[in-house]
């Protein structure tokens, strides 16, 4: 053995002697909570605006350039949408499905161009089964 291996194997022999209590080895102790407690109130951060259940209906939303797009007499494809609001396809469908048809309850029709399919808002009542939808959700 080298001058270093016994320099080693001494200090893991003392490591080990001190784990052992009563002839077993011990866990290293938890790090305890300490017990004296805080007696001074919590400092209170300033509020912002309260949040409104309502979301914002800005122009500058996605959400309104969404049916900005889908009121226009042209309607919108999908890949327009995309493109508008950097969402993908899946984003997409499930916003129009979601948010403007269940959520909203307007009167979302497609039809099948030679462009693709192009969604558009129609004025007047909602589909009837967006209406049972939102009446149900009441």
Do not use: C
Request: proline fraction near 4%; glycine fraction near 6%; aromatic fraction near 2%.
């Amino acid at each position: 053995m080298t001058n270093a291996d016994n320099k080693f194997a001494a200090v893991r022999s003392q490591t080990l002697q001190g784990m052992r209590v009563a002839g077993r080895k011990t866990k290293p102790k938890a790090a305890t909570r300490s017990t004296a407690r805080k007696t001074s109130k919590p400092i209170r951060r300033a509020q912002s605006a309260p949040m409104s259940s309502k979301p914002a209906t800005g122009a500058h939303t996605k959400h309104a350039r969404i049916i900005a797009m889908l009121r226009t007499s042209a309607g919108a494809t999908i890949a327009a949408i995309m493109t508008a609001t950097d969402w993908q396809q899946h984003s997409v469908r499930g916003f129009l499905a979601g948010v403007v048809r269940k959520r909203l309850g307007l009167n979302l029709v497609s039809e099948q161009t030679d462009k693709g399919r192009v969604y558009r808002i129609r004025d007047g009542k909602s589909a009837p089964a967006a209406a049972d939808r939102a009446k149900q959700a009441a």
